[in-house]
């Protein structure tokens, strides 16, 4: 049943019967028959073929996430039982924020592998929540209010986000002084970032304005404000250079985005954890423990 799966997950990610098979060593019509097999004994087509292509039905994509379950489960419980689980090794594929991962991920990894040679690493940069079972993640890297319920998360550092602004913006356009005179001011902000949630003397408020250019990347928007081009409401993780070398300055400093928005490693929930996962969150957890742009 277990071999069945493995071919099932290798035509769903290969994308072909035959390439399925070059990398299982079996013969196309070998595996078109194995595959027509186990749709046959779960009665229900789990692949549409075409000549062209093939497509999973929506019982075949239910059942190729729960494959994937299984799989890693059993890989997990037989390192286990060989005494193998103390060893981080294998595959490693990690999801992170396109600028986060960029500037604060990418760079340490050299010394995780060195400490984890066994370890193979693949890191993927994406701005959006990525499917952990379905694009087949072992842990991804996220920045919000904590991982949904299929998910067990682990906090690694805080997620300080502040207004701000070139210099020179502030000197043409005139710096704030109330939040009704930041909504009359150019705001900078990607898709879907507002509106920005904010924390100041009075509470909680929200700022529900449109950013004056639009871009989907936060990179851009770093760029911008820096450039001149309007506020920003950008982490500490991402401005701590820029604020620290005066390129841009804090506005309005008594507001300040939600403190329940953290960073954190998520991974899906099992009572298999394997080894490799464990050795990273560790890694991270003593690498943001007191992170460079809070000390600065």
Known sequence: MIDDYVLFAQVVQAGSLSAAGRSLRLSPAMVSKRLSRLEERLGTRLIHRTTRRLATTPAGQQFYEDVLRILDASRAAEELVTGRQGAPS??????APTSFG????????????DRHPAVRMELELDDTFSDLIGDRIDLAIRIGAGADGSLTSHRLAANRRVLCAAPGFLAEQGAPLSLK?????????????????????EGPVTVAGESCLRTNSSEVVRELAVAGMGIALRSTWDVWRELAGGALVRVLPDYAGASDVAIFAAHPSTSLVMPNVVAFVQFLQDLYAAPAWESA
């Open 90 to 95: 294998g595959t490693l594929r990690v999801s």
């Open 102 to 113: 960029r500037m604060h991920v990418a760079p340490h990894l050299k010394a995780f592998l």
């Open 181 to 201: 005179q930041l909504l009359g001011q150019p705001l900078l902000a990607a898709a879907g970032q507002m509106p920005w949630r904010l924390e100041g003397p």
